[in-house]
């Protein structure tokens, strides 16, 4: 676990590829106007993990992601992607980083006009060169890989429901095949069975591809399931990272509260543990967490909408 007083440099410090730090923010201030929203902010995301971005509401989640992603402006820091400083990278370099990097945004953002064909082809079409029938065949390929049934290409945004958009949203994100992938709250409006579904998805897409998942979430669920690591937004900066089981111990109100708060519910650690990659966690003994009791009680609501210890 780092926290913001002993934070690592990005590479080397541990074992193996697995470690490598595909992204690296260090040092990033984001402000708009006077309102600074990331205050030298430092972040590793390392290849192959499913990172956990959590935070309370507004502290600036989503604006990180889009800083890394080069859709708001940073004041000062640094921004590393795939081992370049984004600051230094002309705009044949920036498209080659950017054709590498794939987003679901919290609506999915699917064009309502153009089916779910067509809204996958639309990276293909930005950035590839590709023949009609090529396109046709790639896009068939994502909506076969997301889990939809073939008959979706032909389908409206409209005509989806909340988990099929999710899906469609994600094939178009995966359509250029990329390293990473950025998430922003991919379950938010599933329903538990729905949101378990795509998890399940993601963790395959993860163990089966290799695909790095950085994904800002309020679903504890997700987090408990899927995600290797767990990053905390807090007064400005990365409060603290670490497994789920290392933030359970991490002594603050705000993430005490988030995953041991009022509404607090039992979370099967095991059946987390089946489905996180067994080379990322150890997995604990059967039937005890780390803090030595059965399950852990956590809570789903009362996170995020807590006032983290400022
Ligand atoms: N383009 C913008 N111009 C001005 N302020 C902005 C802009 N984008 C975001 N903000 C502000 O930055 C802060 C952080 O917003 P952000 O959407 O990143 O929060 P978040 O942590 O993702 O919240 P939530 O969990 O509710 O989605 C908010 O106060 C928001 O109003």
Known sequence: MTSKDNRQPSQGTDAGAAQEAVISVRDVTVAFGRNVILDKLDLDIRRGEVLGFIGPSGSGKSVLMRT???????????????????????????MAIDMRMGVLFQQGALFSSLTVLENI???MREYLDLSPKLMNELARLKIDLVGLKPDTAEKYPSELSGGMIKRAALARALALDPE???????????????????DDLIANLRDTMGLTVYMVTHDLDSLFAICDRIAVLGQKKVLVDGTVEELLKFDDPWVQTYFNGKRARQIDMNAANRRRKSSAIPVEKKGTDLS???????N?????????NQ
């Open 180 to 198: 990473v992938v950025f998430l922003d709250e991919p379950t938010s409006g599933l329903d538990p069975i729905g949101a378990a579904d795509f």
């Open 300 to 308: 789903l609501d009362a996170g995020p909408d807590t006032e983290l």
């Open 121 to 123: 082809q639309v990276p």
């Open 292 to 298: 030595g009791t059965e399950n852990q009680n956590t």
């Open 68 to 94: 890394i992603l080069g859709l708001n402006q940073k004041k000062s820091g640094l921004i590393d992607i795939f081992g370049q400083d984004v600051d230094k990278v002309n705009e044949r370099q920036k």
